[in-house]
């Protein structure tokens, strides 16, 4: 049999996807991660929200960091691609977010793997939020674990859940800011239930950091929870802090068992110097003018009320994004390239993103947004809101 005719239902799952409107493809960003003007498309789909991605004091540090220990780290951090860069950076970091301890893995994806399936393991119970992360997802998965999934922001479910458990360990996992609304998990209270039902819990703070919380050190730092020892959190390096990477932080007993048992730490080669660099020139920044944190979080609620202002549904944002809910996919990218055509890049959620008639356009803000960029988001939305009728 031919390798043509083995793959050949690729085909007719292609032709499906595109008849459903959910066909993706990759297209190339012609510019660099500023905040566009000029004639350049304004960025509200990228997730830059500090505006720090082509910063001089970050784009230098990377430069720095790649002449100085090489274009990649040559191998996994167990053997010899850890480097002293790493650690002081796991150290600021941890300092930063008022943990013992920090990790950093090669991709935020990749640290919520680790996390995950190093603590948790057959004969345990994970309990996971509806509206999780895909890698949060798969990181449940690959646990082997027990899975119990919970209704949205639904701690009352949660401590049904744990109550009922028949396992010794538990894990509840959830993540402090969504991606696709920028609401907020009510992390005070499944720290509350977790502690009564002696569970661990693990929360993915890839859009907190940078943005919520004193001087964006996140929600669980908001919530009172930061140096918990029955709390870790996850974090991407690729989002405020404007680079690539990511970590787990959180009791040092956590981080030293992931070294022993994170696959995806142990097996994986270690993140580039360079990114490393870029990250800590960002965490510096970031430390040295918290008010990048407010004004994002600002920047998100005037989108939000461009587009209510303007009849579209939105989402009230605790972030960096607001979404506009459409329902129809195929309606949904087309809305997207009119958005493109009044020279606005937003983001275009479909399913399996999204659950099946909740596709919506994605507003993602910058700190670095000025009157320009809103004078062109009001007119994309405008013309969105006149499309809609």
């Known amino acids: 049999m031919s390798t043509s005719s083995v793959l050949a239902w690729l085909e007719e799952h292609e032709r499906k996807r595109e008849a459903a409107g959910l066909r993706r493809r990759l297209r190339a960003r012609t510019g660099g991660p500023g905040p566009g003007g000029g004639g350049d498309p304004v960025d509200l789909a990228g997730n830059n929200y500090l505006g720090l991605a082509g910063d001089p004091r970050v784009t230098a540090a990377a430069a720095r960091a790649a002449l100085a220990w090489g274009g990649g780290s040559t191998g996994s951090r167990l053997v010899t691609g850890n480097t002293a860069a790493h650690e002081e950076f796991e150290r600021a970091l941890a300092g930063f977010l008022g943990a013992e301890a920090a990790l950093v893995f090669s991709s935020g994806y990749l640290a919520n793997l680790g996390v995950v399936s190093g603590l948790a393991g057959r004969g345990d119970l994970i309990v996971s939020e509806c509206l999780n992360h895909a890698s949060l997802i798969d990181a449940c998965r690959l646990s082997r674990a027990r899975i119990a ?44 239930v977790c502690r009564a039902h002696g569970a661990v819990l693990i929360v993915d703070e890839a859009h ?9 050190r996140g929600a669980v730092h908001a919530a009172g929870l930061a140096g918990s020892p029955d709390v ?21 007993a956590v981080v030293e068992h992931l070294v022993d048992t994170a696959r995806s730490f142990i097996f994986d080669t270690g993140l580039a110097p360079a990114c490393v660099g870029a990250a800590s020139a960002a965490l510096e920044i970031l430390r040295s003018e ?55 890049s937003v983001g275009c959620f479909r399913p399996p993103s999204v659950p099946d008639g909740a596709s919506r356009l994605r507003l993602t803000a910058r700190a670095d947004l000025g009157p320009e960029q809103f004078a062109a988001a009001r007119r994309a939305l405008g013309a969105v809101a006149e499309r809609l009728g």
């Not at 922001?153 to 009922?164: C, F, I, M, Y």
């Not at 690539?244 to 009791?251: E, F, I, K, N």
């Open 149 to 192: 999934v919970v209704g949205h922001n639904a701690p009352d479910e949660v401590a049904q859940a744990l109550a009922t458990r028949s396992e010794e360990r538990a894990y509840v996992v959830t993540d402090a800011v969504f991606s696709v609304d920028g609401d907020l998990a009510p992390l005070a209270r499944l720290a509350e």
């Open 232 to 252: 870790v959190a996850t974090v991407t390096l690729s989002k405020s802090l404007g680079s690539q990477g990511g970590a787990v932080v959180g009791p040092r």
């Open 290 to 344: 918290p008010e990048l944190a407010g004004r994002v979080r600002a920047n998100a609620r005037r989108l939000y009320e461009t587009a209510t202002a303007a009849g579209l549904a939105a989402s009230p944002p605790k972030g960096a994004v607001t979404s506009v809910r459409i329902g129809d996919p195929e309606l949904t990218v087309e809305l997207a390239a009119l958005c493109a055509q009044h020279g606005v």
């Open 208 to 216: 907190g950091i940078g943005v919520y919380g004193e001087g964006g």
